[in-house]
């Protein structure tokens, strides 16, 4: 409520223009691509043009990185497994975009402590951008706008791009439309828990990682090990030409990590080499596509002013049964399509 | 073709009224019961208003069915087990509908013989109403318009509904929100195949029946019953208050149906007592409102004319990166919000 009649919005730090935004992006400006994702994130109308636009011209300058998604359980040890992987890949001479679950956001079942110390080392590199999505009432820490983020951290030129979920089953699933490769995470003794986890996510899974083998849980990772590849035998193959395997890791001593990224890299050599690769890159953008779509046609119902009006009625003379569901349907339809 | 300029459609019977369906239904009509399920599954524009209005009305002569949904792999036995579930409950003095998996859209597994003598038995029974449902391109055997067919054979006054599904995984999901008991049948020493088959379908579950326990199978029936309960053990409970079970059953010597039959209609019980049963009914017909309305307007979307004229364009120039996804998106949204 400013005095002066400027709206305060206008009071805050000018909002970078499109050509600013986009030519930050390509030139490498890490704060410009954070606010970019910021925009993008944004539920604003004048927001929302201004991101279409900013994606637009991103998706020209895409390159092709290598995306990969990391799933497990709370607990797993992600985040560490992460801030391991990330430095044999930087220290290969890739840089490196990590989408990572909002601390704030997650069910965690760790301590606070554990929280703030997420990828503090992987931070503080000049070749790591890490982005916490914003996943507030989304499940499984996928934001409803990570492949979108993926897009920009293509156009910045990130070599590979990380993308963490919480194995809840529906946001493997989605990422699975979004990523090359599937990283299931999972604890040394863990075997058991394969009765109570869905069984969706092992089988879109890539290669499995048993995290934490060192020091005295090593023989209890390694007969984990043995189950797992057990129930992956009996799984159907996801490609016919990829063997997927189990591997033994330790991100406090490094062990299994670098045979971990040699195996993703192998993965997409193989792909590249079957002409897959581009193949898989039309079949994401056509999965976005459809998703955009869907998204901006129920947007386009549910805020439609007849609908808003009309809505809380019909919902409820459906439930007490004064109206059937099919003409409950209608009513919203009609009064959808008679005007706008 | 006919030369006399009369289309051909008219020369078949001629169709019944609104009034001549309904008052069929209500009055145990199966042909007309039959009949209109035919109606509510075409695609015409003309009969999908005359299947609203026929459905609007059977809605407000509901009874209180049981709503049970049976699934399993193919090859588990579902159609034998059915018969002898239906028998006991036709003993019982209910009548029973069954919403069964069409033989010639489903993937068999079996015989061409064994898919012919599908429910022979309960076919014959005056009590018993069975339905194969129009699957096509449909996963598991569950139609689009499985829900509005239990309202039909509810305003039929049958007792008892029972839905078959293929244990596919996103059918269970779908037919979650319809019935109110979900029982999932399993071979013996299947107990490995739990490896094979999706979680969720084991999540949704309220009771397992292992199948074919009779003669040389009973020992490693049993041996998997331990197994089945152990595995529900490591679940999260699906309601709080019901404890779901493992039955040995044999469609062969009845042994374990008539037990199955008492921890469903336990169940109901239960539920009834705690009010749920009511809730439920509220929450099935929410969940239908929102389907059918997903279904209308994507219905009106995708049959839009512009939206027809520019779609494959759009989706090349996306596959091809002529076109971003979002820019596409919008294409076609602003193609279907223009002119209507």
């Known amino acids: 409520m400013s005095s002066s009649g400027m709206p305060p919005g206008n009071t805050r730090r000018s909002e970078p223009d499109v050509d600013t935004i986009v030519g930050g992006i390509l030139g490498g400006d890490r704060l410009m691509l954070s606010r970019a994702i910021t925009l993008i994130e944004s539920q604003k109308p004048e927001h929302q043009q201004k991101a279409h636009e900013v994606l637009d011209r991103c998706l020209k300058h895409k390159t092709d990185s290598i995306r990969i998604g990391i799933t497990g359980s709370p607990g797993a040890g992600k985040s560490t497994f992460i801030e391991a992987l990330g430095e044999i890949i930087i220290r290969s001479g890739l840089s ?9 956001s997650r069910q965690t079942r760790g301590s606070i402590l554990g929280d703030k110390a997420r990828m503090e080392k992987l931070s503080g590199r000049k070749e790591a951008f890490i982005r916490p999505t914003a996943s507030s009432g989304h499940l499984g820490g996928l934001s409803p706008k990570t492949h979108e983020t993926i897009v ?33 995470l999972m604890l040394p003794g863990s075997g058991d828990e394969l009765q109570g986890i869905k069984r969706g996510i092992m089988e879109i899974a890539d290669a499995i990682a048993i995290t934490k083998s060192d020091g005295a849980q090593e023989g209890i990772a390694a007969l984990s090990k043995t189950e797992f590849e057990a129930a992956l035998r009996m799984l159907p193959a996801k490609y016919p030409f990829w063997h ?8 406090l001593t490094e062990k299994g990590i670098t045979e971990v990224w040699e195996n993703i890299s192998d993965f997409i050599r193989e792909i590249r080499n079957k002409g897959m690769f581009e193949e898989k890159r039309r079949e994401q ?26 809505k809380e009625d019909v919902e409820h003379q459906v439930l007490s049964a004064e109206l059937s569901p099919f003409s409950g349907a209608e009513t919203l339809m009609k009064a959808f399509t008679r005007l706008r």
Do not use: N, W
């Open 244 to 251: 997927r395997q189990v591997f033994l890791t330790s991100a």
């Open 152 to 184: 920009l951290c293509e156009a910045a030129g990130y070599d590979v791009i990380i993308v963490e979920t919480v194995g809840v089953g529906q946001s493997e699933v989605e990422v699975d439309t979004m990523v090359d490769f599937i990283l299931l």
């Open 285 to 310: 953008l056509k999965s976005l596509l459809y998703r955009v779509l869907e998204e901006m046609l129920k947007k386009e119902f549910f805020t439609h002013p007849e609908v808003t009006r009309l």
């Open 96 to 104: 490196l975009a990590v989408l990572a679950i909002d601390p704030s």
